[in-house]
Each structure stands twice: as C-alpha cells, then as structure tokens.
C-alpha cells in the first residue's frame, strides 16, 4: 500500500504513536537478533529441537526487521505533515516506550506502595481520625483548611494543590512528621544512630542545601543501613517531589481508571498499551472522561500515587468487588475461627487505617492516588468479594468468627455508617460472606454502593491484587518521542502546523513562524472589559457553576475550555442538565459526544440526535457546550451573546 501511494503520490493518514512504534519495533528485532547470534551460528545438524525452534523464530523476527527497513527506507522519499506539533514533539508528552525482556519486582518492594498510601490516607482521612497520637492530623486538617481560605488549595471536584510554596511552608513540615512515623517502624529492625531532628531535616531541605552540607551526608551514611538509607530517600522524593505533584492533578481530566466502554475494550483486548495493567491502574487522560488510547504514566512511584488517589476518588469498579469476594471466599476455606473475635475486627481496623501491614508480594504505585480519589469501580468490587469468598471456603472454625468473614463484616457495617447520613434507607441488604452470591447482581449492586469508596477496601484491593501483579519492571526499556518525528531520522522533509506556536522543537526544524500581530491581538481582547468580565467565586461546585451559567443575564451562549471545572457530568449529561436549566427560549444545547459526533439536546426531543440531522431554524436559539477534549467548533449561530471561558487556577 505504501509503495502504491508512493507512486501515485497519495497521502496516508496515520497516528504518530504508529510511526513511532514501527521504528521501535525495528530496534527491537534488531537487538533480539543481535543478543542471539550464538544461536544463529550454530550448526544446523548439531542442532537440538528447541535450537530448530529458536532459529525459525529469530528468522520470522528478521524477515519482519528486514520489510521495516524497507518501510523506514520509503519513508525518506516522503513527506511529513503534522498537525498539532506543540504536543506532537513535545519530548515529554510525547514520549513511548517499548520494555523489553523478563520483569522483575521493583527495588523495596511493598513499601514502595505503602508509604504513599499512609501519606494519602493522611491527607485525606478524616480530622478524627482514630490512631494519631500525636495529633498531627488535626493540625493537617487546619492547614488545609487554611489553604482552602487563601486559595493555595481548590477544595472541588476534590483537593487539588494550587500553590507549591504553600505546601512547603505549611504542608511539608506535618507530612514529614508522618512519614518520619512511618519510617521509625521500619528503622528499629536494623541500624539507627542518627537523631530524628537530622531526619526531619533531610526530608525536607531543598536540594541545594543536601550538597553543602557535608555534615549531614556524613551522619545519614554512619547512622543507618543502607536498606534503611533507600527507604528514607524514597520519603524525601515523595514528600519534596511526587506528593505535590500527584495532589495537583484533577481527577478524571488528568488521569483516571478505565471505566465503562474504555474497560471493555481493555478486557476485550482492543485497546493499546499493556492492557492488564492498563486496567488495573490509573492511566493518563487528554481530556475531562477521555482516557488516552495506549498511554500509561512512566514513572513507577508517581503512577503508584494517582493510582491510589483514582481509587479514593472514584471507587472500585463492580468487577473488582467480585475480585474481592471471591479473595474472600478463598480465605474463609482457610482461616481457623478465632478465640476472640473483638481482636480480629480490630486487627482489621487497623489495617483498614493504617499502613503499617505491607503484603510480601506486594509492588509499587501512582495508583493509590487514583483509587483513593476515584473509589473502586464496581469491577473492582466483584474481583474483592471473589477473593473474600474463596478465603473464606479454605478457612477452618467457627463460620461468622473467621478473618475473612469479620473483614467482610466490618466493611459492611462501616459502609452503613457512612451512607446512613446520605440516604435513610441504607440499612441491611447485604448477605453474610459465606451466604453472598456473586452471582446475584442485586447483591453486588447493594455491596458496591456501600463499600466502593472506603479506604479499607480500596487499600486491600491495591495491596493484594493491583500492585503485586503489575508493579514490576523489565530491565531494558528503548523509548521514541516528537523528537523522532521533528528530525530528519525518519523524513527527510516535514511541516507542522499548531495553534499553540512554541520553540520546544527538535533543532532541525529550526524556529516557529509566528504569525503578525497574533498575541498581541489576544492580549488585547482578553483584557477589554467591554470583552471578558471575571467572576471571583469562593465556594463552588459543578453543579453551582452551571446553575450560574444557566441563569446568568444577559445569557450565555457557549462553554469553552471547562472540562477542567465541570467534572462528574459527561457532556450529554451536562447538556441535559443546561436544558433543564435554562430559560425556555433555548431551545437545544450542542455538544461533542465521546466520539466527536456534534450532537444536540433539544427540548421537544427525549433523545439527542445529531446536529446534521436536526434541521434547525436560523431563528433557533441554544447553548453550545465544548469541553478541553473539543478538537472541533461547532457553530450553530452567529450570536452577539457573551461566552462562558472557565479556567481553573
């Protein structure tokens, strides 16, 4: 095909992800081919059965490494045009990676999951928490109240960090005192002759002071071990670095879990990327509820926290409960009846608090961030009380008196203390573990809505099912970003064009073209007052921006670029709630469905339809709604009325 097109001059429409992973997957073959050599050489008749196997494969590997080449090699003759090139070479953004070879745990293992999950917890657990002796989440709590007052904090759809000197000055002192908790009971297992101030100190110093002081270098090397070293330089990057980072990120516009038709596609296979990890853990997003096709987060421990946080926030997923369960089930068949069973219900409180258990098998994560902001998905939910049950059936005494069965309780009855403000009627409903049905989708449906956000069942699912199983790394990784597109190593020729001009281009492209009198004629229109009016608001949620905007006069007619603000809704959803909002003479609300489709809401319709399909009147009047994912404008009429531009901070 390439050929042909080649010779009638055609274009061909392809992803930059695909370009780049061709070249990748040349390298790859290339150093299978190169790491296997011994075995080429090897003669034919010396060989065994499995050499005769090894050698058709790495000839299958070179047939295919020698058509690439060709591809590649075609390539050159042609030319690149490329839309969007701010994010298309962008190095980071753009960035795809190819790990290569067998997987291996990662350094420190379960900790490495565990002290972002206390720190997490701390943050957002309740100002009552029940073990803090030493109050300091009363004093956290205040501190963020405070942040929430200056607005160095955004309090909706969740927290979110605006103000990284606020962090430091006020936040950073109390979560080292936490992490400092944490580290002290891994620290009495081997060597500690430093002094808890020299510890507090190196956690939170700035960089530049850890090269001048040579003191303190001196009794952090002579005063632990070295195991103990790597756990305290883990709490130094979380506290100074990724902490920050994860909580000023926006739950499902950043990142998120794969929920509905994105979590079919990745059991089904057809979505990019590693599609069991993909599934189990927070991933990027490009838009508000538009996860990236294949993308994941490269950076182990910031992918450790957000997905906590997408937990939290969002909740297991109805799968994931059955996971449990049946982990449960498992367990119960196990377990011996305990003596008392007070002891066990508070065992299992505190693990649901705390983090001091660490599973053995247990890895890594930006996924505490996510599941701690997200809650776990129904999914996650079924995968819980799979596991629950299967515990339970290899358990041995007393049937209600066994671990598995108490946790299963306990979840149960905190879930209803949690709900029973929120809704009279949350009251019993939910079978015993060894009597509960998986499936009975009444029942998972009941369990899911009582336990799908608490912190215990979300710290349970990612220690004994997400993060074992997909926190490990392979030792070889080769990675391709905009970089290989903007240069000359795979076209000779290319052009970009962008909307958003910027000089982070690879060298060979040379500067941006900017046009004339662009930015200055933006700077004018966004500060003319007769143009653009700001609105201040302290305390707001989704819900109340759009009934301002809905009731605002004059009205306004377009929403552009606040996905960011308006989250919970999808836009049909918000549409629908504009609609049912706003004055009778809107008549219909525009807007872009998850497939770009320009749809439209109108009054006298149950449905949306699209908007070719419509035939609206010129005199017609309505609202259109674009999100931060709109790669389209849609125009339905030329109106005089103002424009609703939200930015969050």
């Known amino acids: 095909m390439l050929t042909r097109a080649s010779r009638h001059g055609d274009e061909v429409c392809a992803s930059p992800e695909s370009i780049k992973s061709m070249m990748l997957k040349l390298v790859e073959l290339l150093h299978s081919l190169e790491e296997s050599s011994d075995i080429i050489e090897v003669p034919l008749t010396a060989a065994s059965q499995n050499i005769r196997r090894l050698r058709r494969i790495l000839e299958d590997r070179s047939e295919m490494a020698d058509e690439l080449h060709k591809t590649l090699r075609l390539w050159q003759s042609g030319i690149l045009i490329m839309d969007e090139v701010d994010v298309l070479l962008h190095p980071l953004r753009s960035e795809l990676h190819f790990p290569s070879g067998n997987k291996f745990p990662n350094d420190l293992a379960a900790n490495r999951w565990e002290l972002p999950i206390y720190l997490i917890d701390a943050v957002l657990a309740s100002p009552n928490a029940g073990e803090d002796p030493a109050g300091v989440i009363p ?22 960090l605006l103000d990284m000197e606020f962090y430091e000055a006020r936040m950073l002192p109390l979560l080292s005192e936490i992490a400092i908790d944490w580290l002290l009971k891994l620290f009495r297992m081997g ?11 190196y956690l939170e110093c700035p960089r530049s002071e850890l090269h001048t002081d040579a003191s303190l ?6 005063g632990l071990s070295e195991s103990s070293i790597k756990l305290l330089n883990l709490a130094r990057d979380w506290l100074r670095t990724i902490l920050p980072h994860v ?19 990745a059991v089904s296979g057809n979505s990019g990327g590693n599609a069991h990890s993909r599934l189990m853990l927070a991933v990027p997003f490009i838009g508000k509820d538009v996860p990236s096709r294949s993308s994941e987060f490269a950076h182990p421990d910031v992918l450790i926290g957000l997905t906590i946080l997408a937990y939290r926030y969002e909740g297991i997923r109805v799968s994931d409960l059955v996971r449990i ?13 305990p003596r008392d069973h007070d002891a066990v219900v508070n065992t299992i409180q505190r693990q649901s608090r705390s983090s001091e258990f660490a599973h053995p098998d247990v890895l890594i994560g930006l996924t505490i961030l996510a599941y701690r902001y997200e809650g776990i998905r129904v999914s996650d939910l079924v995968r819980i009380v799979s596991q629950l049950k299967q515990d339970f059936s290899r358990q041995l005494g007393p049937r209600d008196q066994r671990p598995a069965c108490a946790m299963f309780r306990e979840w149960v009855r905190t879930g209803l203390v949690t709900v029973s403000s929120e809704k009279q009627d949350a009251s019993g409903g939910v079978l015993p573990l060894p009597l509960f049905q998986l499936r009975d989708s009444a029942q998972v449906a009941r369990l899911h809505f009582l336990v799908a956000k608490l912190s215990g069942v979300v710290y349970y699912y990612v220690r004994q099912h997400v993060f074992p199983s997909c926190m490990n790394f392979q030792k070889l990784k080769i990675s391709a970003c905009g970089h290989e597109l903007g240069s000359s190593s795979l076209f000779a020729k290319r052009i970009g064009f962008s909307g958003t001009p910027s000089n982070l281009l690879p060298m060979d492209l040379g500067e941006c073209y900017y046009e004339p009198r662009s930015d200055g004629s933006i700077f004018e229109a966004l500060t003319n007052k007769r143009i653009v009016s700001i609105e201040r608001k302290v305390e707001w949620t989704a819900r109340s921006l759009l009934l301002d905007i809905a009731h605002a006069q004059p009205p306004v007619h377009a929403l552009i670029d606040t996905g960011a603000l308006i989250t919970g809704f999808d836009n049909q959803e918000v549409a629908a709630f504009l609609l049912a909002e706003l004055p009778t003479e809107m008549e219909g609300v525009v807007y872009l469905d998850e497939d770009d489709r320009q749809m439209i809401l109108l009054r006298d319709h149950n449905a949306p339809m699209p908007l070719v399909q419509s035939e609206l009147p010129t005199e017609m009047e309505g609202v259109v709604y674009l999100d931060e994912d709109d790669r389209q404008m849609i125009l339905l009429r030329d109106h005089n009325g103002p424009i609703a531009n939200e930015r969050s901070a």
């Open 139 to 160: 004093r956290l709590h205040s501190v963020l109240d405070d942040g929430y007052a200056l607005h160095t904090l955004q309090r909706f759809p969740h927290l979110v």
């Open 191 to 201: 060597k500690m002759e430093i002094s808890i101030d020299r510890i507090k100190y």
């Open 217 to 222: 270098r001196s009794d952090i090397e002579n």
């Open 247 to 265: 909580l000023s990120k926006i739950n499902r516009v950043s990142y998120g879990l794969l929920t509905g038709e994105h979590q079919a596609a």
């Open 325 to 337: 369960v049946s982990q449960l089930k498992q367990d119960f068949s196990r377990q011996l009846g």
